[in-house]
């Protein structure tokens, strides 16, 4: 269980243009997503919380009105990033959170995006 | 100080050694802490979670807690070369209404044939 999806695993589109990233949770519900960015041999950062029915909740220095981040229904959180250029070039990784049995909750990543901007 | 803390290696272990990864972290009140892998330009995979002072195992993983030091390790037994990976840590402050998960930068392991 605790399959998370995430479309398109790859994504090259010219400057200027957006481009939306899918995260699916397969077998279970989410109410909390989160979206993550990694570039090359860096460590993961946290871009945004992602919570069902309300809005995200940004980490400092992540440009709300560049990331946008949907979450309109416990399976799907998407993020569009709005008039990409060239540094937006990474790696976009989602995860889910799972409550497990005793309340603990654990988080699995989606396979990731790879977003080159031209 | 960074909140998680790892040598950012490379560690390189022989073929079938005991790989020992260490994390240390800052909140003491935190509570969850996981171990997730990462192989090259592949998303993280969590392969152990522990929430209790002691040992857990699983398999040839066995996850450390030591709430007092603020300290956490993973050891991997019999290491193969399929588990030369990127190994982050990752704690669960507490408090907060969003459980998100602070990492650390990462261990990079090798294992040798």
């Known amino acids: 269980g605790a399959v998370v999806s995430q479309h398109p695993s790859r994504v090259i589109c010219k400057s200027g243009t957006s481009v939306k990233i899918e995260c699916r949770s397969l077998?279970?519900?989410?109410?909390?997503m989160f979206w993550y960015r990694q570039f090359p041999k860096k460590s993961l950062m946290l871009m945004a919380t992602?919570?069902?029915?309300?809005?995200?909740?940004?980490e400092q220095g992540v440009e709300k009105d560049k990331f946008l981040i949907n979450h309109a229904s416990l399976t799907l959180s998407t993020l569009t990033v709005t008039s990409a250029h060239p540094e937006d070039s990474s790696f976009y990784i989602c995860s889910a959170r799972v409550t497990l049995a005793g309340g603990y909750n654990e988080q699995f990543f989606g396979p990731g995006t790879r977003l080159t901007v031209l | 100080q960074k909140e998680v803390e790892q040598n950012s290696g490379p560690l390189s272990v022989p073929e079938g050694a005991i790989a020992s990864l260490n994390c240390t972290y800052s909140d003491r009140g935190s509570q969850s802490f996981f171990w997730y892998r990462q192989y090259s330009g592949k998303s993280p995979e969590l392969i152990m979670s522990?929430?209790?002072?002691g040992d857990k195992e699983d398999g040839r993983f066995t996850a450390q807690l030591n709430k007092a030091s603020q300290y956490v390790s993973l050891l991997i037994r019999d290491s193969q070369p399929s588990d030369s990976a990127t190994y982050l840590c990752?704690?669960?402050?507490?408090?907060?209404?969003?459980?998100?998960?602070?990492f650390g930068t990462g261990t990079l392991l090798a294992v040798q044939p």
């Open positions: 522990i929430y209790s002072n």
């Open positions: 077998d279970f519900q989410a109410t909390t």
């Open positions: 990752a704690v669960r402050p507490p408090g907060g209404a969003t459980n998100k998960l602070i």
């Open positions: 992602s919570n069902e029915g309300s809005k995200a909740t940004y």
